[in-house]
């Protein structure tokens, strides 16, 4: 069962290009949402999706853009690549389960580099 | 949404039983606990999650007090492979706020 899939697992990119991770979940799962984690420090909300079609800001979303054309797939796009991007990112699926809170699962993480 | 309050670093010797934590006083009627694990460089696992039952699993046990004010993580027997930061978090319904959560190094 792959539960939630990202690529590319490591990327280096220049300063000012552009890139896309990609994030699959085959469970069905309505929610999926991007995360992004520095070295020592906890994880930090950047996009999310309550549905196809649906996206909204999380903490951090300032240099990334999302979309979500289909239920299966959430990229994360990087428009111009800063140094400060430079961390590790994590892509998140969950069911829709309303006020009895909803287990979430997570990719193994994508880890990119600026130079 | 509710604020959790953990320590930030424990020690538990290995074999030995780790009980983290976990303040919520903010925490509402309805809303879960939910315990979640992240292991070096690896993306969050889910442990358990709870109400207002203590629940058990294969992974762990949650207790949760009468007022829900608070919870307790137990890894029964902890081992090398249980060191990991641990994060306590009522869900917000379609992502997690994260903290810092508790640092945990089982020792041989």
């Known amino acids: 069962n792959a539960g939630v899939t990202q690529t590319p697992k490591f990327q280096v990119l220049k300063t000012g290009q552009s890139m896309t991770l990609q994030c699959a979940q085959d469970?069905?799962?309505?929610?999926m949402s991007w995360y992004r984690q520095d070295p020592g420090m906890g994880l930090r909300l950047i996009h999310y999706?309550?549905?196809?079609?649906?996206?909204d800001q999380g903490e951090v979303p300032n240099g990334y853009n999302v979309s979500r054309s289909t239920t299966e797939d959430f990229p994360l796009r990087l428009l111009s690549a800063a140094p400060s991007q430079t961390s590790v990112y994590f892509c998140?699926?969950?069911?829709?389960?309303?006020?009895?809170?909803?287990?979430?699962?997570f990719g193994e993480g994508s880890w990119l580099t600026v130079v | 949404d509710a604020k959790t309050t953990q320590p930030t670093s424990m020690d538990c010797a290995e074999g030995r039983a780790a009980n983290l934590p976990c303040n919520h006083s903010?925490?509402?009627?309805?809303?879960?606990v939910y315990w979640y694990r992240q292991i070096h460089s690896q993306g969050p696992q889910y442990i358990i999650h709870?109400?207002?039952n203590n629940e058990t699993n294969e992974m762990a046990s949650l207790i949760i007090t009468e007022d829900r004010k608070s919870s307790t993580l137990i890894l029964p027997h902890a081992t090398l492979r249980d060191t990991a930061v641990y994060y306590c978090?009522?869900?917000?319904?379609?992502?997690?706020?994260f903290g810092k959560g508790t640092s945990l190094l089982v020792t041989p």
């Open positions: 999706s309550v549905g196809a079609g649906i996206t």
């Open positions: 978090i009522p869900p917000s319904g379609y992502a997690l706020n």
């Open positions: 903010t925490i509402s009627g309805n809303e879960y």
């Open positions: 998140a699926s969950s069911r829709k389960t309303g006020t009895a809170g909803n287990t979430i699962y």
């Open positions: 469970m069905n799962h309505e929610y």
């Open positions: 709870g109400l207002k």
